[in-house]
């Protein structure tokens, strides 16, 4: 039984027949057939022998590496490698079988170990640490301001209306209230001392705090207010001054204002702005950041409070990553509802409502198992990387893909006969399942670490942790489970209940076919589904549908969204929701604030500064830019102009650089130049007059902030090259920046991360699959399901409304490995199995469809308690993993099949497995039909 021959050749290839037997066709004589010997061991210890060597009758007849040699060469490296592998996993099996508790006791331990890492986890809720590419160009320019101006300020806003809507906010009882909530911050005081005034960002020291205030039409005084004959006409005017000395730009400070019938004066505002810069602390100043969230805190307190006339919508900073937290808490309810549903339905597929033959303590075994894998993987990713809110989500994501596993490892042990030895069953099943739940956890792993190429930390994060869950988890799985379900069959062998495993049974209640019997699925897929897809019109059918399905999705993909938007980070519940809708209503017309950074030139140069007034002109001209423009350049020619010095001015300008340097200092000391003072930094060696960097200040059009990303990201291209250089301004140079520029660059980067992910996915797919799965054509099959998934996930997204951002990516990248899993565990059977194309299609689909329907369902049954999440990251991951789920199961469950059983690789092998086992082993006939020498493959 150990030779290995081609069956009798067609008379249509007498050729090939020719050379099989010795001789060319041509009359020269061929090399000996050669033949491979298999020893026949224990189960799966099939291995070859070493291949035997004939002597050539005609040393000077040259060798031909033909494709069916080396294709012959490739398959005996697939059977010695398989082989191999399933006689480890035999031995796997008979450890696990024979001494459960130990297994089991060194898992515990293992993860206990494991766990201890969760002691040194760090959260990052900063969403430019998290969403945002940390090599791109914004990122650098943020470094830049940052080094030059000091860091990014915190932000912390408070947008006042009337009590009662659409009510003027403009009224004095109002007001009282406004300048009551400022004194109230000011006396706030947190840890250290620190109060509003040393943690604010300040024009001069001990000046008042920088921001935004609608109270700067009066000074941010009290008295000033009080003492205004008329609010409306103080508002209206356009050349009003803060307390800075800077123009106030109403519509940023005051909102939903009305005219009268002149267009110019207020008759009434909706809404007046409080925006406060606080210092953003850096890296390691630890304790300026717990005074700064103290007093964060504090500001939140104050704004909760009741006002008899005003109400609030406010944010601190700290909001978001508060709220997140609270949302995570908050959903702790829907880890314990997940856990439970998923112990409930393992426990009635896996087993009988019968007293002995219930698997209801297999189940929560299994579910222990998968938790202990979870532990062990954030306990070790903990130690190596930061977490976010989206790890929270991969709890739910695991158990699916742990239970995945599960149900295959089950239905394989029912194929066991349920009368040979307890070590061999167990054995037996690990031999048969182990290869396949490798290879789809293999797959699964090899997706997630295609994600570290993401550059987006959030992502590389998420990839990281769920790359250590899955690895345990498989390894758990593998060595583990087994030993639970060893003890459980020595429960069911012993006639001990299910839930009360100490009570005995009586003999009658024994059924001896209890494993033996097929369940309702299984019947209906082998009597019903199997004829029916198989059939010729089944065949067209679902070619014809999914056909058209992919179309659809194409369609939908060419059409979905891409954007990200702070609000689905925080629960619907959130007071955030407010004051965005709020900031929407009100101040939605108010474009991104803008800086223009300038270095790299002397602006005390004359031509210079003809250049910096032309670069003024100009932005304030710009297609993407809302005057006015606020340079200091322009106020310190104002100031000029009113002093002693302006006798001295040549064409309005300093006489010499020398006076430019000297005069600028007199006037960012004095009172007028306390706005701009910050906008100009001098070097820190020497005399300290070099200009190293200056600024303007503007605001981008409203148009840029409501407009889709792929109109933002060409408005932040155009005013960065509108801003490098420019006719008539010399030397002059520099780069615009904004906050929002980042999230800009994270949108337009998420779409070519998507598109290079689905093609390392493809090929990485491609060449496990290939590895595993003994033909190119079965594996490129697989990758064909795989990249319809995916884009029929793409387009889904469109159809239930989700966008295209970097949460959306990390399901995508999880599509890859969960769409594995319902392809190829049927693509395995079918091609391990002889017979027409038809016959194998159909044996792939009763030997593992129940188990891949069961994980399927499992699956959705794990993530269905996220829809009912308050966090929009929470029902976004539920949309795309039921859309995962759905089309993953459709693909590999009915249209793999159906284009197996047409286009199916016809391996030439036939693998016949004896059922036969004993105390010494399993013995294995393979009888395998390899291609020799020259002949050609399909």
Known sequence: SGDVRMAPPHNAHRAMHARRVGRRDDGIPDPPPRRDTWVQTSVSDVVFSERKEYQEEDTATPFRWTAGYLFEKYLVLEDRMRGALEKRFYQLGVITARWPLLVILAGLVITVACGTGLLSATTESRTDKLWVPQDSLAIKHKEFVEEHFGSVPRLEDIIVTAKEEGEDVLTKEALREVFLITE???AQVAKGGATLSSLCITAWPGGPCYGLFGTSYWGSTRALMEADPDLHATVSSPNATNEFGLRIVRNQVIGGVEFEADDQSVSSAKAIHLLFYLKKPLDGQNELQSQVEDWEGKFLDVCEMEYDNILLKYQAERSIEDEMDRCVAGD??????CYIAMTVYTASALGRFHPIYARSLLSVSGIVTILCGI????GIASLLVFSSSLVSTLPFIIVGIGVDNIFIMNGFMEQTDPGADLHERIAEMMGKSGLTVSLASGINLFAFLLGLSSTMPAVRSFCIFAAFCVSFCYLYT????????????RRINARRYDLV????????MVKTTANQAPGLVQTVIEKYYVPTILSRTGKICVVAGFSALLVIGILGATRVDNNFSTKDLVPDDSYLVDAFDADDLYFGEVGY????????????????QDGMHQLQ???????YITPPVSSWYDYYLQWLAVTPYSGLLVEGKPPTDAYFIEWLKVFLGSSHGAGVRSDVIFSEDGAGDTIIASRFRTTHHWDVKLSNPDVNFKAMGKTRDFVKSGPNRGDVTGFPFSLYYIYFEQTKQTQTETVRTLILAAIAVFVMATIFLYHPGAAAIVVLMIVMIDVDLIGWMYFVGVPLNAISLVEIIMAVGLSVDYCVHIALRFVLWGGTRDERASHAITSVGTAVMSGAFS???????????????????FKMFAGIILLGFMHGFVLLPVVLSICGPLMKHTIQESEQCNKEGKQKDIEMMVPEKGVEFE
Do not use: W
Request: net charge negative.
């Open 184 to 186: 109230r911050l000011y």
């Open 332 to 337: 702790v309810l829907l880890y314990g509802v």
């Open 375 to 378: 532990i062990s993987g954030f």
């Open 478 to 489: 593998i060595t583990m489970f087994p030993a639970f379900f060893s003890l459980d069959e």
């Open 501 to 508: 495993p100490c009570g005995r049974a009586p003999p009658s």
């Open 593 to 608: 604030a803008l800086d223009i950074i300038l270095h790299g030139f002397p602006p005390q140069v004359r031509a210079n």
């Open 617 to 623: 002109h100009d932005l304030e001209t710009f297609e």
């Open 859 to 877: 699956s959705f049954l794990g993530v269905t308690v996220l829809a009912f999440s308050k966090s929009t990251i929470f029902r976004i991951f």
